[in-house]
């Protein structure tokens, strides 16, 4: 069983739109401009003993953030926004 990526990224694009549903209603606050990650995540235990889904792609970039010490800047879909 795959679950989806739980990696947040940021999309200048998104900042401020307003999600609509199919006929035109507003169906939530004004996106901040983090995205979750479309892509199919498999387990992955990170560096600080955390499990986690990750996609291939974000498995890279996350395994050289917690590297170079910069694991804190790391956003997770369902984690509260400081």
């Known amino acids: ?6 990696v947040r990224f940021f999309d200048p694009a998104q ?3 307003v999600p609509v549903d199919p006929f035109g209603e507003q169906v939530g606050p004004a ?3 983090w995205r979750s990650c ?6 992955w ?5 955390q499990w ?9 970039q996350l395994t050289a953030l ?7 800047r790391i956003r997770w879909a369902g984690q509260p926004v400081a």
């Not at 235990?45 to 003993?49: E, K, N």
């Not at 986690?52 to 890279?60: A, E, F, K, N, S």
């Open 31 to 33: 996106s901040d401009g």
């Open 45 to 49: 235990l990170d560096p600080a003993g």
């Open 66 to 72: 917690h590297h170079a010490g910069q694991a804190a």
């Open 52 to 60: 986690r889904h990750v996609c291939p792609t974000h498995q890279r």
């Open 38 to 43: 479309p892509a199919q995540g498999r387990g």
């Open 15 to 17: 900042v401020g739109r």
């Open 1 to 6: 069983m795959m679950a989806a990526c739980q």
